[in-house]
T-cell receptor, first 113, second 113 residues
Framework: QQQVKQSPQSLIVQKGGISIINCAYE??????FPWYQQFPGKGPALLIA?????SEKKEGRFTISFNKSAKQFSLHIMDSQPGDSATYFC????????????FGKGTTLSVSS | SAVISQKPSRDICQRGTSLTIQCQVD?????MFWYRQQPGQSLTLIAT???????TYESGFVIDKFPISRPNLTFSTLTVSNMSPEDSSIYLC???WGEGTQYFGPGTRLTVL
């Protein structure tokens, strides 16, 4: 019930291509779904987040798609760049104060030039 | 957003010793969290630290091993006690910034020999 399943574990994309990372959850009480980007030696940085009242959110080259009925959400990185090479984590939580994030296992993205 | 610092940024310790990690936030926050990230792995919640009350620990983490202090709304410490090589990890603090948003510190990289 508390798990967030993330796929793929690793991803190699050509420069300029689209990177797609998928996550699925079971707990229907989750109402906040962020994505974090982590570079080696750094802490996770909040990239973009969505709430279940919308099906899509776009910020620059990054888009979250959300399918409430399927309990799935995904991150799309358009025009992927070598600087996007990092580990990406999806997460989920219940927005009431004090509820921690449940993280997926992460996806290591490599964008080749 | 919140600016979070951690001290030390990294340390190498001998087994059987203890290390206290500090987390400082530039704004007052109610909820702080401590996570562990083992090499190449995802983030696992250790405990939630609410100012003015005892920390709440997740299954598998106990107060004797990971005592936490939360003396005010901008500061928290996590101590890793009686360390073993299995405690070698990145330890991360995060803060809840409203509506579920969490920001992370840069992490403390601990190696236990």
């Amino acid at each position: 019930q508390q798990q967030v399943k993330q796929s793929p574990q690793s991803l190699i994309v050509q420069k300029g291509g689209i990177s797609i990372i998928n996550c699925a959850y079971e707990n229907t009480a989750f109402d906040y779904f962020p994505w974090y980007q982590q570079f080696p030696g750094k802490g996770p940085a909040l990239l973009i987040a969505i709430r279940p009242d919308v099906s899509e959110k776009k910020e620059g080259r990054f888009t979250i798609s959300f399918n409430k009925s399927a309990k799935q959400f995904s991150l799309h990185i358009m025009d992927s760049q070598p600087g996007d090479s990092a580990t990406y984590f999806c997460a989920a939580s219940i927005r009431q104060a004090g509820t921690a994030l449940i993280f997926g296992k992460g996806t290591t993205l490599s964008v080749s030039s | 957003s919140a600016v979070i610092s951690q001290k030390p940024s990294r340390d190498i310790c001998q087994r059987g010793t203890s290390l206290t990690i500090q987390c400082q936030v530039d704004s007052q926050v109610t909820m702080m969290f401590w996570y562990r990230q083992q090499p190449g792995q995802s983030l696992t919640l250790i405990a939630t630290a609410n100012q003015g009350s005892e920390a709440t620990y997740e299954s598998g983490f106990v107060i004797d091993k990971f005592p936490i202090s939360r003396p005010n709304l901008t500061f928290s410490t996590l101590t890793v006690s009686n360390m073993s090589p299995e405690d070698s990890s990145i330890y991360l603090c995060s803060v809840e910034w409203g509506e579920g948003t969490q920001y992370f510190g840069p992490g403390t990289r601990l190696t236990v020999l």
